[in-house]
């Protein structure tokens, strides 16, 4: 995506050859146009599949499928991290580990709310490792819903999370792959 | 906004005099047709108002302020707890307690998004104390930021914290008022 690829060139900040910080427009301050426009490209991606429902992440995800959401006129679900328990029903749980934070973290899900009647589409803003990608799809597994396709805004392409994924038969559309990254530079994968 | 009230009222799930879940439609599985027509309403409160960018709180008040935003056509920036610490600027920062999970825990926003030439609205799903507003006006006020209104989903009116609010003068649009609730039994305040 063209304008996300200029976008990130212009306001992203590589601070290393692993870490990018994109706040400026996606995950602390977020530009809502952008926003929409990532939606709408979603959208054309996934287009012919079913989905009956976008599961992500909290917390920088919930921004990305909202906005996707309108157009693909289905309910957002977003797991949350365990501490945040305001939860009373059955869940679904797994494990995932942040190497930003460099620990690993339960992420729930109520039952009630993804089913085997359910056909998903995963939306999140980052994939590097792609740990939190198999925390939901852990979670689709448990609740024998359908996995339509996995979108992801910046996949870190050089930490091969995506490509692992790409392997196992998942339908994985990243807006921007980035194959290598220093401060000053930044190659996209064509 | 009564289509918001009957929603409550249908799919709202009162546990005792204090806590209500509402995490069919409002923050866990979220229905955003719901949400568009809650960000017209705030849009329609708050017209005239002249508004910069619209901060919220993580976790659950993204989705809504990320919808209203369209309608306002500015910016969301959400702050974040401190945990989530992938940030490298200089931030603001304030501590709020929440009821819900019996904890104070520090709120951080980084400086460059929210400045002295900010005229901010404050979008969140719930207000009961108040605590978590008062958490973002203080940012705000270390910002020296415009505080042109507070739009809140579900105010809990008999934790006082939405009164106590207007007292202070400031706008405060909630779109339910519960006065009182058990369950099986909710009185919005008209």
């Known amino acids: 995506m063209e304008l996300l690829k200029q976008r990130i060139l212009k306001d992203g900040r590589v601070k290393d050859d692993h870490i990018i910080k994109v706040d400026g427009f996606l995950n602390h301050q977020i530009d809502?146009?952008?926003l929409n426009e990532i939606g709408k490209e979603f959208k054309s991606l996934f287009e012919g599949e079913k989905i009956t429902k976008i599961i992500t992440i909290?917390?920088?995800g919930i921004a990305i499928a909202c906005i996707a959401a309108i157009?693909?006129?289905v309910p957002v679900v977003f797991a949350k991290k365990s501490e945040s328990k305001n939860?009373?029903?059955e869940v679904y749980e797994t494990v995932v580990h942040s190497?930003?934070?460099g620990r690993d973290y339960t992420v729930i899900l109520e039952k009630r709310y993804l089913t085997q009647?359910?056909?998903i589409l995963i939306i999140d803003d980052f994939l590097?490792?792609?740990k939190a990608q198999e925390g939901l799809l852990d979670i689709s597994r448990q609740a024998s819903a359908t996995i339509a396709g996995i979108g992801i805004v910046i996949e870190k392409g050089f930490q091969g999370g995506g490509d692992k994924l790409r392997e196992e038969g998942y339908n994985l559309q990243s807006l921007a792959?980035?194959?290598s990254m220093e401060p000053g530079s930044i190659q996209f994968r064509d």
Chains 1, 2 share one sequence.
């Open 99 to 101: 190497f930003t934070k």
């Open 87 to 89: 939860i009373d029903g």
């Open 71 to 73: 157009y693909f006129n």
């Open 58 to 60: 909290e917390a920088s």
């Open 177 to 179: 792959i980035i194959d």
């Open 32 to 34: 809502i146009d952008l």
């Open 128 to 130: 590097a490792t792609g």
């Open 117 to 119: 009647d359910d056909s």
